[in-house]
Structure formats: structure tokens, C-alpha cells
């Protein structure tokens, strides 16, 4: 069992930057890791992954270019920098981690993962 939560959320201006963190407890070897967010009236939808390894990364197209994710195994943390934020980026953030076999996998699809976080609000003011 893992249990995951997400830290660093709060209320931002339209181009300001914040950090998301997630502290991972439990059986927290390999798990690969991803952010995912939720707008008010919206599906959820994926933001980013990282590998066990923090080798590889995927990333939405509206994260590319804006948002980092990485990771510390020492410390059981994944991370989500997040900069030039806009409106858009108004969601609850949730953590979500699978327990893997490979150290270089991850995956996209919010159905994959075995565990989430009980989510962040994030809120972005024009």
C-alpha cells in the first residue's frame, strides 16, 4: 500500500510560479509517478509522469515548456514546478503512482495508477 499527498497548492497570479510536492509513505519502491488535475466541471486530465529512474518524463501539451516534474526517491518526493501559470491552470492537482516492474516506464492513462492523493487546489487569478 502507498499513500500519497500533495503539498504546496494555494492561490497565484496569472504568470506567477508554484511548486507542487508529493510525499510518498508505505511501499514506496519502484513506483513510477504523475500529476494529474481536475477543473471545476471538467474530466480530469494527465499533466505530467516520471520514471522511477526521474530518466524519463512525459508531459501534456499545455505542460511542455512551463511545467517540471522530478523526483527525489531518497526523500519519497516527486515534484511539479509549474511557471507562467494561467487562469487555465485552475484545477485541484492530484499525485497518482504505480507500482512498476521497470525503472523507466510511465504512463499517461489516470486508470493505470494504483494510488492517488487526495489533491491540491490551485488557483490562478487574472
Known sequence: QVELVESGGGLVEAGDSLSLSCLASGRTA???TAWFRQAPGKEREFVAAISWSGGNTGYSDF??????ISRDNAKN???LQ???LK???TAVYYCAAKTVASTTVWYQRGGLY???GQGIQVTVSS
Open 114 to 116: 494504483d494510488y492517488w
Open 63 to 68: 505542460a511542455k515548456g512551463r511545467f517540471t
Open 82 to 84: 509549474m511557471s507562467s
Open 77 to 79: 518526493m516527486v515534484y
Open 30 to 32: 519502484p513506483l513510477c
Open 87 to 89: 487562469p487555465d491552470d
